[in-house]
């Protein structure tokens, strides 16, 4: 396995810059410069590299993972520009992209492929490149591409979407164009200056579309996940995550073979489980100790932006991870998340996305254009707190306010 090395100072000063943009965007739309952006230049990162920088001030590394990034008909039509024909979804991430930044590394599923036109939603995913530029401009280091829809446009839509996410910049993992690629570029390993964690992907299957070879996308084997875990420990990973898609669609509970996968993915050395694929939250568990958490599993983070508008399926959860240096030990010292969810209002004549963090809009009703709106938010807040006060263990809610990573107190939130 080979492994670049980065400069980690030049990238830490690269995010801090991005993250200056990125807040001033808020203040500022950005102006789509065409349908393939040129990628920005990050300091340190070769293009084949399986090695991301975190920064270097601390021993802290905070780690945020997104869920389904979904591409349907109307979040295509919403992006294009019926004047210039030119596609942008960076006003997706307008008020979400703080938080995004705010972590020292944020990954997302991206559940498309960039196979190219003709762009298609469901049932067979083709989004235009704009959208990983985006997320790319949002913040977000690590894109996953193991999922169910990672075959959606066959083998060339596997190399392209892996073209353009090179060409982006973006890291990834979960889809290769060949075995030697595969072994050159697994695990992803994830670089902080005291620390190195490694990041594996995996999915159930790919809606019955056999793969043929030479592209490859990586199936839940347990069998073959234990031996990646000893090699990424081989490789000098302190920590070894998991990002997997799984379960039961809609269902916001767990099935039994999530449970098996988890039990078997720790027994062989899993240090965190992120779950994927049900587009509904499911709970989030940890146990913690006088050292911090220890094996943390989500099942679930549901929708991070999608057009699936029923009931719990219109948002989501952002999961956010603190590793911390303690002795010769890389601990986990704190687990939370941020209850997200997808605006859509009609503006200028065309329906918009959004994707809102819920704690800062749940008390300014004003804001949404009208009341039903509001409601419909408030209905997703009430029905995911229910269920994640309840069965949760570990994490509690967060929200990134000035700056800093806060807790969301219960005694002033919606939770009937």
């Given amino acids: 396995m080979t492994i670049f090395e980065t400069d980690c100072q030049t990238e830490s000063l690269m995010r801090s810059l991005k993250t200056l943009v990125l807040v001033a965007s808020l203040m500022y739309p950005l102006i789509a410069d065409g349908q393939d952006p040129e990628p920005f230049s990050a300091g340190g990162r070769d293009q084949d590299s399986a ?3 975190g920064p270097v001030s601390d021993s802290v590394l905070t780690l945020l993972f997104a869920g389904d990034i979904m591409g349907h008909d109307g ?9 210039t024909g030119i596609y942008s979804y960076d006003s997706v991430f307008k008020y979400i992209s703080p938080f995004v930044s705010g972590a020292d590394i944020a990954i997302g599923n991206l559940e498309v492929t960039l196979g190219g036109p003709p762009y298609k939603g469901y049932p067979a995913f083709s989004s235009p490149d704009a959208l990983a530029a985006a997320c790319r401009n949002a913040g977000f280091d690590i894109l996953v591409t193991a999922n169910n829809h990672s075959a959606d446009r066959g083998t060339k839509g596997i190399a392209r979407t892996i073209r353009m996410l090179d060409s982006l910049e973006i890291r990834h993992t979960g889809t290769w164009i060949s075995g030697e690629a595969r072994d050159s570029l697994l695990p992803l390993m994830i670089c902080h200056d005291s620390m190195k964690i490694a990041l594996l ?3 159930y299957g790919t809606n019955g579309i056999v793969v043929p070879p030479p592209a490859i996308v990586s199936y839940i084997d347990t069998v073959r996940a234990a031996a990646e875990i000893s090699s990424s420990l081989d490789a000098g990973a302190d920590r070894t995550i998991i990002f997997i898609h799984w379960g039961t669609e809609y269902d916001t509970l767990p099935d039994l073979q999530q449970k098996k996968t988890a039990s078997a993915l720790l027994r062989s050395g899993a240090d965190i489980i992120i779950g994927s694929h049900p587009h509904v939250l499911q709970p989030m568990i940890a146990e913690s100790d006088s050292c911090g958490f220890r094996n943390p599993v989500v099942w679930s983070m549901g929708n991070f932006v999608s057009n699936q508008r029923t009931r719990r399926r219109d948002g989501g959860a952002m999961i956010r991870v603190d590793l911390q240096v303690k002795g010769d030990t890389t601990v986990i010292s704190d687990a939370g998340y941020v209850l997200t ?6 503006e200028e004549g065309k329906r918009k996305f959004y994707i809102l963090p819920c704690a800062t809009f749940e008390n300014t009703p004003e804001f949404f254009q009208t009341s039903s709106q509001y409601e419909e938010m408030m209905v997703f807040i009430r029905d995911a707190r229910r269920l994640l006060d309840s069965l949760n263990r570990g994490f509690t809610e967060m929200t990134f306010s000035g700056g800093n990573w806060v807790r969301v107190p219960r005694q002033n939130v919606s939770v009937n």
């Avoid at 979040?75 to 004047?83: G, V």
């Avoid at 969810?341 to 009609?346: A, E, L, N, Q």
Wanted: hydrophobic share 40%.
């Fill in 51 to 53: 090695l991301i920088s």
């Fill in 341 to 346: 969810w997808v605006y859509t209002p009609t």
């Fill in 75 to 83: 979040q295509i039509a919403s992006a294009l520009d019926d004047s």
């Fill in 201 to 203: 992907s995996y999915t």
